[in-house]
């Protein structure tokens, strides 16, 4: 695993809520940019779509095409948020049996050599074709393309309020942690990069980080 040396100033970072709130332009700006974005992304894609589908079905028949999973958003808010399936029909009722292998520290479950990830599933992962489905969420408002990512209520019961300001701006479905390495960055090194993310955010670091997406979906940096 990749270690960060944020140092102790920004492992105790405080933002300011009220300020992140008071950003109208670049809230309205980066709101109208992500319905624009997605809706071109989602027809573009859609080609795409049919052909994971369809490999989604030949390889797994008993389960459905897309998962929808319940997350937390901004301030709180929980969501219903889309993947391509890539896991078996009954990956929930194994994770309890799974947790002893959990290989990051803190309030977030990733292993490596998950046994209930498909054949297809660890394809589309490898090159997070599993989350285009999100760019439906970033239409509808509970995501934006940049942002941190939304977690799940059980990781929320287990945060502390410094790793609650988190959910102080929307979630995105790709953000500086996803660009600095992704799965190989623990729990805590994930909650600083975006905390730093949310103190810089702007149109143009949005921007740099949305480039450095497509550079890694074509060379993976991580993702399992």
Known sequence: MLEYDFGDEQQSMTLDKKQIERRHIYHVIKRLSDIILSGCGLILLSPLFLTVAVAIKLDDRTGSVFYQQ?????????????KFRSMCVDAEKKLKELQKYNEVKGAMFKMKHDPRVTKVGRFIRRYSIDELPQLFNVLVGDMSLVGPRPP???????YTNYDKQRLYVVPGCTGLWQVSGRNDVGFHEMVALDLKYIKNSGLLYDLDIMLKTVKIMVFPNGAY
Do not use: A, I
Request: hydrophobic share 30%; net charge positive; proline share 5%.
């Open 70 to 82: 319940e997350r937390v958003g901004h301030n709180g808010k929980k969501f219903m948020m889309y």
């Open 152 to 158: 799940l209520p059980r990781e929320v019961k287990k």
